[in-house]
């Protein structure tokens, strides 16, 4: 997996997970996620491209996204006995944070990469 894979993977989980949330709970509050994955979802094909603004705000999205999914709605979650519930915020908490280590993984290897180019042009 690559960091445009797991970052499609976050996007389409946060879009699913959150809709469902929202139908089956009628909770306004489920629609954060929903409108993350749409503007995750939107700027994916930067990402696949590596342009790397488009990255860097992808991974601020995305750590947005995972701190407010992270924080009240797991809690939340974890401590109610709604099972469903807590396999979507799992879910959209598991790819969020999959999404972040694969971005986090392609800047240190660009930055290597950079680093051996102008070691090489020396």
Do not use: C
Not at 79 to 107: E, G, P, W, Y
């Amino acid at each position: 997996m690559n960091a445009y894979k797991a970052h499609l993977l976050n996007s389409l989980t946060l879009l699913i997970m959150g809709g469902w949330g929202y139908f089956s709970t009628n909770a306004p509050s489920a629609l954060v996620p929903v409108l993350i994955g749409v503007v995750l979802l939107s700027i994916s094909q930067g990402v696949k491209n590596e342009n790397k603004a488009i990255a860097h705000v992808a991974v601020v999205v995305t750590l947005l996204g995972l701190v407010g999914i992270a924080s009240k709605p797991l809690i939340a979650a974890l401590n109610s006995d709604d099972l469903m519930k807590q396999i979507r915020v799992i879910a959209m908490t598991i790819t969020s944070v999959i999404a972040m280590i694969f971005f986090v993984k392609s800047f240190i290897d660009a930055g290597k990469a950079r680093r051996a180019r102008e070691a090489a042009n020396k």
